[in-house]
C-alpha cells in the first residue's frame, strides 16, 4: 500500500469509537438547562452512528418523549465500507443485530447503511421510546455525503454526533452549508482548522458545555483514552454567557498562582501588538489592547465579554501580518520561521503554545 494511503487507512482506522452514554447525556442536559425546549417539536437527526447500539440513538430515543421530540433519526454506515476503511473485523453488535428481524436481507446488510427511526407509538405501551424504533436499509452505504442521508440532514432541525474524526472537515463543510443546529464531537486541534476557526472567531460555532469525554469505547468494548477531544456546537448554552472572573494586570502580578505571571510582567510579542498570556484566568481585566491566549479559552469564551481576532497556527502568520523573523536572529533560535508569532524572554526568541488571539469587548 502506498504511504498516502496506509496512512489514511490508518486515520480512518481510528474513527471507530464510540461515545459513551453518560458524557452524551451530560452534554445534552446542559443545553436542556440553558432552554428546556431547545429539542421541542424538533426532528433530530443522528448520522454517522450505529443505531442498533449507539448511545447516541440510546439516549434520544429514550428521553424522546420528556425532550418533547417530533422525530428521531439515526443511520449508519454499510458495514462493508468501513471493513473497506479499517480493514477489521468488527463488532458482533453490528453482524448479528437484525438477523432475527422480518426485512433482514443478508447481503443488504453488509453493503447498505440503515435508518432507524422513532416517531410515534409503534407497540400500543402508550410511551414512545426505544422499543418503538422502526429501521430499515437505506438504499446506499449511510455516507453521510450521499444524497440520501443529504435529504435526511435538510429534514432535520438538530444535527447530533460523534463523526469520523479522519472527515471532520467534509462534515463540518457538510453541515454548515445549512442553517441547521448542531451538537458534534471533534478533536480540539480541529479548533485552528481553516475550515472551522472563522467560524468560531465570528460566533457561528463555538464549543459545547462539557470539557469533552476522555474514554471512549473500541469495537470490541475495551476503552480508549483520549484527552483531547470536545464539542462543537451552535446551541447556545449557560456556560458561555458567564463572564470570567478577572484580576487586573497589577492585582496578577501581585497575587497570580501561575509562576509565569506572579512577580513577573506580561511580555509583549516582537512581531505582533499583543501580549502574551499563557493562562485564561491570568488574562488582565483591565488590559484593553490584543492578547494571545491558550486554546483552551475557549472552553471560558463569553461573546458579551471578548472579541476573537485571530490564531496563530496554519497560515494565519499572513492573515494577522506578521512582521518577518529577523535574520540576526536565526542563530539564537533556528527553528522560528517567517509568518510565526513569537516573543523575546530573557535575550531568547520563543515562539508561544498556539494562541487564539482576543480583546476585551468595550
Ligand atoms: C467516531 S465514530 C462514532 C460513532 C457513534 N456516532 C458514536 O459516537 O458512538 C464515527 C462513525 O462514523 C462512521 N463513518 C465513517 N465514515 C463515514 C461516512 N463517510 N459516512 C457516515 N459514517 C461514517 C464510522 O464507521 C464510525 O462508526
Not at 92 to 110: N, Q, W
Request: aromatic letters at 12%.
Amino acid at each position: 500500500m502506498a504511504n498516502e494511503s496506509l496512512s489514511k487507512a490508518k486515520s480512518a482506522k481510528n474513527d471507530e469509537f464510540y461515545t459513551q452514554y453518560y458524557d452524551i447525556e451530560r452534554e445534552v442536559e446542559a443545553y436542556l438547562d440553558y432552554n428546556p425546549d431547545v429539542f421541542r417539536g424538533k426532528t433530530v437527526l443522528l448520522p454517522c452512528d450505529d443505531p442498533e447500539w449507539s448511545n447516541f440513538t440510546k439516549y434520544f430515543a429514550q428521553n424522546f418523549e420528556r425532550l418533547g421530540l417530533r422525530k428521531l433519526i439515526s443511520t449508519s454506515y454499510a458495514i462493508e465500507r468501513k471493513q473497506e476503511r479499517y480493514g477489521a473485523q468488527l463488532s458482533l453488535f453490528e453482524t448479528e443485530f437484525e438477523t432475527s428481524s422480518p426485512h433482514y436481507d443478508r447481503k443488504k446488510t453488509r453493503s447498505h447503511g440503515k435508518i432507524f427511526i422513532l416517531e410515534q407509538d409503534e407497540n400500543g405501551d402508550s410511551l414512545i421510546d426505544i422499543d418503538d424504533l422502526k429501521w430499515q436499509y437505506l438504499k446506499g452505504d449511510g455516507d453521510f455525503r450521499s444524497a440520501e442521508v443529504t435529504r435526511l440532514r435538510d429534514e432535520a432541525d438538530i444535527i447530533v454526533t460523534n463523526p469520523p474524526f479522519s472527515l471532520f472537515r467534509e462534515f463540518v463543510a457538510w453541515l454548515v452549508c445549512t442553517d441547521k443546529n448542531f451538537i458534534i464531537i471533534g478533536n480540539m486541534n480541529a479548533i485552528s482548522y481553516k475550515e472551522v476557526f472563522p467560524l468560531i472567531r465570528d460566533n457561528k460555532m463555538w464549543l459545547g458545555v462539557s470539557s469533552g469525554a476522555k474514554e471512549y469505547l473500541k469495537p470490541g468494548g475495551e476503552v480508549q483514552k483520549m484527552g483531547n477531544t470536545c464539542w462543537f456546537t451552535n446551541v447556545d448554552h449557560g456556560r458561555r454567557h458567564q463572564p470570567l472572573e478577572l484580576m487586573t494586570m497589577e492585582d496578577n502580578i501581585k497575587y497570580s498562582r501561575h509562576k509565569e505571571v506572579a512577580g513577573q510582567h506580561y511580555i509583549h510579542y516582537a512581531n505582533y501588538d499583543a501580549i502574551e498570556v499563557p493562562y485564561a484566568d491570568a488574562i488582565p481585566s483591565d488590559y484593553e489592547g490584543t492578547m494571545g491566549v491558550p486554546l483552551s479559552f475557549l472552553f471560558k469564551y463569553c461573546p458579551e465579554q471578548f472579541t476573537i481576532i485571530g490564531q496563530t497556527q496554519g497560515d494565519s502568520g499572513k492573515e494577522l501580518g506578521l512582521k518577518p523573523y529577523p535574520r540576526e536572529l536565526k542563530k539564537l533560535n533556528p527553528s522560528l520561521r517567517d509568518g510565526q508569532l513569537y516573543y523575546i524572554k530573557d535575550m531568547h526568541p520563543e515562539k508561544p503554545y498556539a494562541r487564539i488571539l482576543i480583546r476585551k469587548k468595550q
